[in-house]
């Protein structure tokens, strides 16, 4: 077939249009990127059970914790009293009746050590009775794999009022070990109070994000992170809803919170209490911990508000909106600008400072509720105006994103639209539009146009979408090369109407094996290794390939779709170069002519990049994280490119 290359440009790209969207499911914060190795390192651990409108939680603060070497050696009580802070007042009352006798932590699938790296532990504790020393180590097996640190019970620093000392030391790996334990037990037979007990790896990146799980995200370049949710900011229950401010305190007082995704699968056969129900959230990635991510990975920071709603789908609770609580949601509106945006001497803006960060974060984008619909009970395009009008007020360049609902078919999706049109004359009223949409392959494949006729007054977030050829808990292999050539050809549709859609990022982001409530997902995980799948190096290519002005196709890629092509073009200012993206989604290999408009001047070499395979049911795995990633190879500059059966090409022309 020919591609017919124009020199008439189309219309411009968004600058960071291809971004990323982080919601706390799937384990991706808390086991996650977030680098902390224990879990429940508070004890404040609660188990989440229920159903929709009946969700409750039971404090399990012992979870995850074992006596060391025995139970007949040991006692281990979670108590109250005298804590260590008022946020999380649990702590660990270990009684030892014996000598090297403690407490050991299991650390989701145990702990991941490499072969002489460090690792910094530090953890609270009060003398009840004891005066020797405190001795930590990483065992498996009764095989201890770091060297068996001791620390005397005097050398603690910052004793608090009620006589709770901060200790600090270093583990050092001696070898490398999968699924091993830790271990803090004392020397001498005593009684110790313990509390936030932490371990983090050397490599963590500003001291709180997992290396490789951080790498990947800045390898995508990507121009945005929407943050915190998705469902998480608006919670099962508005209790347990995602509160920015509590996430802006010393990372011991961030108050613990079960996690939503906690009750997904709940049901009766399960007794309404499913396999994640200790899934929490320390908060330890909290606001200010996603601003610094946007700022070292050069992406734009997007948080999303709770507009006094818990999640509908799960829920009714809401606060009215003329009252005083409503009137505190909009507070942390503007507080969260301040926050983010404010000079030092500003009341918020001093919090940031006091966090480590004097400069601004440049906010810029605000999302107001995450996935909401107007009904006769839900009053959200009223509070949409509230919202807008204190927002506005407080800084008018602020960008807003508006919610079109859960999905792009129904009534609720109709009504949205209306309700933003009907405002597109009010300045600034609303950025862009959040759509979302889990589909088919083959859904993908056939609207590839869905923008085509959309009107250009009103922008586009495509904020969470994602091809389902199958979906469900724990199915890394729900992430095949299908999948992902679905997404690559729809994109071809989102970047030829970049007019309208100025925002897009696939979702969900990270899932770690064995603790995923949803699939597929973008990025995979265990405790040690990670790796991104089709759908990521999609995302990646596109990232890499934007350019800044689309190049009109001038209605032929209608043509080409027939024939199970899919493309589009766009020009680069920067660097001079025409991208072409080019999908095949059929089981033979084709050859496209490329016609190029003399109008475009001589060019020497064509950089082709190539995702592709021979079986395109497959994804990539843990064991095989290579099976499917991008090939790059350079041309002298000719007439025409190999495109693979099954197979996404991105050809850069110069």
Not at 515 to 533: H, K, L, N, R, V
Request: proline share 3%.
């Amino acid at each position: 077939m020919q591609l017919q290359i124009d020199k008439k440009m189309g219309v411009a790209i968004n600058d960071g249009m291809i971004g990323l969207f982080f919601e706390d499911i799937n384990y991706a914060a808390d086991g996650g990127l977030y680098a902390e190795m224990i879990e429940n390192r508070a004890f404040e651990f609660l188990r989440a059970e229920g159903d929709a409108k009946d969700y409750y939680t039971e404090y399990d603060g012992g979870y995850a914790w074992s006596p060391y070497p025995a139970a007949e050696k040991v006692g281990l009580r979670t108590v109250m009293g005298s804590p260590h802070c008022e946020e999380n007042p649990h702590y660990m009352r270990v009684k030892a009746n014996e000598a090297m006798s403690g407490l050991s932590n299991k650390a989701y699938d145990g702990i991941c050590l490499k072969k002489d790296m460090e690792y910094k532990v530090s953890f609270f504790a009060r003398n009840v009775k004891f005066s020797e020393d405190f001795v930590v180590w990483v065992e498996k097996d009764g095989k201890a794999y770091t060297d068996k640190v001791r620390i005397n019970v005097n050398e603690g620093t910052d004793e608090t009022y009620n006589f709770f000392k901060k200790y600090e030391l270093t583990l050092k790996a001696m070898e490398e070990v999968r699924g091993a334990s830790f271990v803090l037990c004392l020397s001498e037979p005593g009684v110790v109070e313990f509390d936030y007990i932490s371990m983090f790896p050397e490599d963590a990146v500003a001291g709180i994000f997992r290396k490789d799980l951080f790498e990947k995200l800045k390898e995508l370049k990507p121009g945005f992170i929407r943050f915190p949710g998705g469902c998480i900011v608006e919670g099962n229950t508005l209790d347990n809803r995602y509160r920015f401010k509590d996430s802006l305190k010393p990372s011991w007082q961030r108050k613990n919170n079960w996690n939503r995704w906690a009750v997904h699968g709940n049901n009766e056969a399960n007794g309404y209490c499913g396999e994640y129900s200790h899934y929490n959230q320390t908060l330890g990635l909290g606001y200010y911990e996603y601003f610094l991510l946007c700022e070292l990975i050069g992406a734009k920071p997007l948080p999303v508000l709770n507009v006094g709603f818990a999640c509908q789908y799960q829920s009714e609770e809401m606060v009215g909106i003329d009252s005083e609580e409503f009137k505190g949601f909009l507070q942390d509106a503007i507080d969260l600008i301040e926050f983010a945006n404010g000079s030092v001497d500003s009341k918020w803006g001093a919090v940031r400072a006091q966090m480590g960060h004097a400069k601004p974060f440049k906010l810029q984008m605000i999302g107001v509720g995450n996935e909401q619909w107007q009904t006769d009970k839900a009053d959200f395009f009223e509070r949409y105006v509230e919202f807008e009008k204190v927002i506005h007020e407080y800084d008018s360049d602020i960008k807003l994103i508006g919610s079109a609902g859960p999905d792009i078919t129904s009534e609720r999706y109709t009504m949205a639209w209306d309700f933003y049109k009907n405002r597109k004359e009010a300045k600034n009223f609303v950025y862009a539009v959040d759509e979302h949409y889990y589909v088919k392959p083959e859904w993908l494949l056939s609207h590839v146009d869905f923008y085509d006729n959309y009107e250009r007054d009103v922008k586009v977030f495509s904020g969470e979408y994602a091809a389902h050829p199958t979906s469900g808990m724990n199915k890394p292999e729900a992430n095949s090369l299908w999948g992902a050539l679905a997404e690559a050809a729809f994109l071809t549709g989102v970047e030829r109407n970049a007019d309208v859609v100025v925002l897009a990022s696939y979702a969900p982001l990270f899932a770690k094996l064995g603790y995923a409530q949803w699939s597929p997902d973008m990025i995979w995980f265990d405790g040690a290794e990670s790796y991104g799948t089709p759908s990521y190096y999609v995302q990646q290519m596109y990232a890499d390939n934007m350019g800044t002005m689309t190049i009109d196709t001038l209605g032929k890629e209608k043509e080409a779709a027939k024939e199970g092509i899919y493309y589009s073009l766009s020009f680069c200012e920067r660097t001079g170069d025409i991208i072409v993206k080019a999908v095949n989604a059929t089981d033979e290999d084709k050859t496209v002519e490329l016609v190029l408009d003399e109008a475009w001047g001589v060019k020497e070499k064509i950089r082709i990049t190539t995702l592709g395979g021979q079986d395109k049911l497959l994804g990539n795995t843990i064991s095989e994280p290579s099976r499917f990633v991008p090939v790059v190879s350079t041309l002298k500059a000719c007439n025409e490119i190999k495109v693979p059966a099954n197979s996404f090409v991105v050809a850069r022309i110069s």
